[in-house]
């Protein structure tokens, strides 16, 4: 194993640490890693070697499954296809939760494409953001409801346009549309972005509603292996306070 930090982590996991939020939809399962003939494959297709945390991760622990929030999610090949899917747990109507929440959680045709640091259309947004109806500007809520209903239409292709994650996966959901991204093309590769866009009112605090970095404690990019790691200890730790 290339990384000493992955020593054990799959038998930890499978010990099933605690009750975490997130564990009733992993439910501490771990798929089968990937053969080293899957993952060249993988990467094959998405034209682009995956960060080497991760690519470790998928080799040695499992290709998904039990992890932070309600699990890592699975890469699997389907008819000969590789792709990333959602959690296993369907939601109520059936679907899926990467088909509620953004769609397909990869663009395998755009993954070597590097992730752009600079935010696209961010002028676009910053004005749209500036454009946000207020109620109180309203004679009814009527009016302020259809008011609101065009300034979403006008937002809603700015902030979600596709070469806005160029370069990145969907590597876990925390629940309504709020998914973290695991860059794997450009300058941030191997580090783990936020992705709280879904949220409806952006204008009201607009750095916490864009895709944005996570970083450790000491303020240094969250790459996969500290956030996965940092999840199980945390993990851990309710087993052991009780």
Not at 29 to 51: F, S, W
Not at 127 to 146: I, M, V
Request: charged share 30%.
């Amino acid at each position: 194993m290339a990384d000493p930090w992955w020593t054990g982590v799959r038998e930890r996991v499978l010990a099933a640490p605690g009750d975490v939020f997130g564990a009733l939809g992993h439910r501490w399962i771990l798929h089968d890693p990937l053969t080293p003939d899957d993952l060249a494959d993988l990467e094959t297709q998405a034209g682009v070697r995956l960060p080497e945390e991760y690519r470790d991760f998928l080799l040695h622990i499992g290709a998904g499954g039990a992890g932070p929030a309600y699990g890592v999610f699975p890469v699997r090949r389907v008819d000969g296809r590789w792709r990333w899917e959602g959690s296993d747990t369907s939601l109520a109507d059936g679907r899926r939760p990467w088909e509620a929440y953004g769609g397909d959680p990869a663009d395998l045709t755009r993954l070597a494409e590097p992730f752009p640091v600079e935010r696209p259309n961010a002028d676009k947004l910053a004005e749209l953001r500036r454009q946000f109806p207020k109620e109180e500007d309203f004679g009814s809520r009527d009016a302020f409801d259809s008011a609101y209903a065009a300034w979403e239409q006008r937002c809603e292709p700015a902030l979600f346009a596709p070469e806005r994650t160029t370069g990145a996966v969907v590597i876990c959901h925390l629940g309504c549309g709020i998914r973290e991204f695991l860059v794997v093309s450009g300058p941030q590769r191997g580090t783990i972005w936020s992705d709280t866009r879904v949220d409806d009112e952006p204008a009201y605090n607009p750095e916490l509603h864009d895709l944005t970095p996570l970083r450790a404690d000491d303020g240094t990019p969250m790459t996969f292996a500290r956030w996965y790691l940092a999840w199980l200890e945390q993990a851990e730790g309710r087993t052991a306070t009780g």
